[in-house]
C-alpha cells in the first residue's frame, strides 16, 4: 500500500472525478490510500472519502498526525463524507490495537464517521493462517469504535483465504487485485491499481499524493459507502456540524421554544390567562396589548 511517483492526472468528467461505469451510470465512490510514503493530505485532495495508515504494528506513522487532523476537518466541514484509518496488522496483537488507539486518541479522538480497517499481508509476517491473532485485533478495535460494523478489512484474495481464514462474521473488505476484481465476500470496494498503470482508464492517483493506492467502491455513493462500513451520516446542513455544535444548537432551539411558549410549551403564568384559563404565551400576551391599544385609541 505505497506509492511515490509524483503525477497528478486524474480522470474527469467536466470537473468531476469520475469512476469505472462512465457517465450517465451509478457512481463509483473513488478514493486514495495513503501513508507516510506520500506528502500529507491537502485540500487539493479531490474525493470524499480517503483512507490514512495509523501505523505498521506499533510503528507510527509519521504523517498519521498531519492527514488525521486535515481528515477531521474535512469531516466537520461537510467537504468529506467518511474517512478510513487503517494499521498494518501484525502478530503482537495487543501492542498494536494500543498503538492505534494511543495515536487516535493522541490526535483528536475517534471521530464519528471514521471507520477503522486491518490492512491483512502476509509481508512480513508468520506464515499460514493468522485469523487467530488477526481477529483479537478486530475485536479490541471494535470495541474501541462501539460496533464491529466500524471495522473492516484489506486484503488481496490469497490472503484473504489463506492468512485470515476464519473471519468475523458480516465483515466488510477492501479487495486488493490490480488489473482484475477478486469479488471477495462482504466486498464493498476494490483497490484497482497502485499507481503503477493497472486499470489505465481510471485514476492512477491524485493531488496531492501523485500516483498512489486508488479505490473504487464500485456502484456506491460515497454516503452508501459510509453505511456498509457502519458509518452513519446525516443528510442536510447539519451534516457539517461536529457533534458539539449540534448539541448546542438542540440546546439553542429548546431555550427560544422556552421563551416562546413557556415551560413545556404551556405558556407563561405571568402574562396572565385566556378565557379557557390557559396560561399566555408571549405572542398571546403581545396579541392582547394590541387588542387593548386599540380599543383605547377607537374609544
Known amino acids: 500500500m505505497t506509492g511515490t511517483i509524483p503525477v ?3 480522470c474527469t468528467i467536466g470537473d468531476k472525478p469520475c469512476g469505472k461505469r462512465g457517465l450517465g451510470a451509478v457512481p463509483d ?12 493530505v491537502d485540500d487539493s485532495y479531490p474525493y470524499r472519502v480517503l483512507s490514512i495508515r495509523v501505523s505498521d504494528g506499533t510503528y507510527r ?21 467518511f474517512g478510513i484509518v487503517y494499521t498494518y496488522v501484525r ?13 487516535i486518541d493522541a490526535a483528536g ?23 487467530a491473532w488477526i481477529n483479537q485485533l478486530y475485536w479490541n478495535l471494535a470495541d474501541y469504535a462501539g460496533s464491529p460494523r466500524r471495522i473492516i478489512g484489506y486484503a488481496n484474495a490469497y490472503d484473504f483465504w489463506n492468512m485470515w481464514r476464519v473471519r468475523p462474521p458480516g465483515l466488510r473488505v477492501i479487495a486488493a487485485g490490480y488489473g482484475s476484481n477478486p469479488h471477495l ?8 491499481t497502485d499507481g503503477s ?6 485514476p492512477q492517483g491524485c493531488p496531492p499524493f501523485g500516483r498512489c493506492d486508488m479505490n473504487s467502491a464500485d456502484g456506491l455513493t460515497p454516503r452508501q459507502f459510509a453505511a456498509a462500513c457502519g458509518i452513519t451520516v446525516n443528510g442536510g446542513p447539519l451534516m457539517a456540524l461536529t457533534d458539539e455544535e449540534q448539541a448546542e444548537l438542540l440546546t439553542k432551539v429548546r431555550e427560544i421554544w422556552d421563551q416562546l411558549r413557556g415551560p413545556n410549551g404551556a405558556g407563561w403564568p405571568q402574562l396572565g390567562q385566556n378565557s379557557q384559563g390557559q396560561n399566555l404565551t408571549p405572542v398571546d400576551a403581545i396579541a392582547a396589548i394590541k387588542d387593548d391599544m386599540e380599543g383605547m385609541l377607537a374609544g
Open 185 to 192: 465476500p462482504g466486498q464493498v470496494a476494490h483497490q484497482y
Open 91 to 103: 502478530p503482537n496483537w495487543l501492542a498494536n490495537a494500543n498503538t492505534v488507539r494511543a495515536m
Open 109 to 131: 479522538g475517534l471521530h464519528r464517521r471514521v471507520a477503522l480497517m486491518l490492512d491483512v499481508e502476509s509481508g512480513g509476517n508468520p506464515p499460514g493462517d493468522g485469523s
Open 61 to 81: 506513522d509519521h504523517n498519521f498526525a498531519r492527514n488525521y487532523a486535515w481528515m477531521r476537518g474535512a469531516l466537520d466541514s461537510g467537504r468529506m463524507t
Open 197 to 202: 498503470g493497472y486499470s489505465p482508464n481510471l
Open 29 to 40: 465512490t473513488l478514493f486514495a490510500d495513503v501513508s507516510e510514503y506520500q506528502v500529507p
Open 8 to 10: 497528478n492526472r486524474i
